[in-house]
């Protein structure tokens, strides 16, 4: 079980397992008066996404319907904010495609998210299918922050399918579309947790993992707990309180560095943080306990 930990960089709070990265969106979009009003307005209409940049009828009717990129990237949206996964799948899927990576990040997106609810067998494929994908759209436009997100979750979703090896081997990849993704959008919070998650896990792994991993690839990913530090801090800089598993991960990681007053700190405002999902409630869980052997 502990072998897994290496490069799992987000196995302690398995935001890449359940729901921390269709998460990290939502609070983009929320911030967005413009989502808002799609997702209202989107949820009441429907229309037949044929094509997306042309004139299309509905089958069946006369009436003819505008059905444009954007319209159609709105109603991805708005069936994103009701966790309408497999909608967004079958709305999506034909344009896979299309060389359009607004679309392509979304689609895969869906597949992610619907992965976390089938069988394993059906999870891997859709894992795979969308890592291929999404890896077919950095070649098409590497600079789009999204895209980059997208690769570097989705790569070490497969991994976690593949193996130890393929988790070492691809650790370098995961952080490079991290730090792409940073770089084009240094404004989203949601970067920065991964990042330092990244950068905590890499630290926190024991003598024994790193001599396997060293066998393995002759030279290990490093990090320590300050760099990790820098990065939960600077989400909080960006959006304070944006996310439990943050807050939770600066109380960890001031642990790590013997700043206990600090660490306190944050884990009694995981504690306070209301309790909305999973992850919120596995954040203040976790903060209760590390509170009480304090």
């Known amino acids: 079980m502990s072998s897994r930990k290496i490069l799992s960089f987000v196995r ?18 929320k911030r967005n008066s413009y989502h808002k009003f799609t997702s209202k307005f989107f949820t009441l209409s429907s229309f037949a ?19 444009t990129k ?48 089938v069988n394993e067998v059906d999870a891997k494929k ?50 490079k579309h991290m730090l792409r993704a940073i770089e084009l959008n240094p404004a989203e919070p949601t970067l920065m947790y991964m990042l330092g998650s990244w950068c ?34 600077n989400a909080e800089k960006i959006d304070p309180n944006f996310y439990s598993q943050n807050l939770l991960m600066l109380g960890k990681t001031y642990l790590k560095l013997n700043q206990k007053d600090l660490a306190i700190k944050y884990l009694k405002m995981t504690v306070d943080y209301p309790a909305k999902n999973e992850d919120d409630r596995n954040a203040k869980q976790e903060a209760q306990k590390l509170l009480k052997q304090l």
């Open 200 to 233: 905590y896990q890499v630290a926190d792994l024991t003598w024994y993992q790193r001599k396997i991993a060293s066998i393995i690839f002759g030279q290990p990913p490093t990090s320590s707990f300050e760099e990790a530090l820098k990065y939960f801090e």
């Open 126 to 175: 859709l894992v795979f299918d969308a890592c291929n994908i999404i890896l077919d759209a950095v070649k098409l436009n590497e600079d789009h922050w999204a895209v980059h997100k997208w690769a570097s979750i989705l790569l070490n979703s497969k991994t976690l399918y593949e193996g130890i090896k393929s988790q070492i081997k691809e650790s370098y990849n995961i952080k």
């Open 12 to 29: 302690n709070t398995k935001i890449l397992q359940r729901t921390f990265v269709h998460r990290s969106f939502q609070f983009a979009r």
């Open 70 to 117: 954007e319209v159609l990237i709105a109603k991805a949206d708005a069936l994103y904010e009701q966790e309408q996964y497999q909608e967004i799948y079958k709305l999506l899927t034909n344009y896979k495609d299309s060389g359009d990576v607004e679309i392509i990040w979304r689609l895969c997106r869906a597949m992610y998210n619907m992965s976390k609810t």
């Open 49 to 67: 996404a044929i094509g997306i940049w042309g004139l299309t009828k509905k089958k069946g009717e006369n009436d003819v319907v505008i059905t």
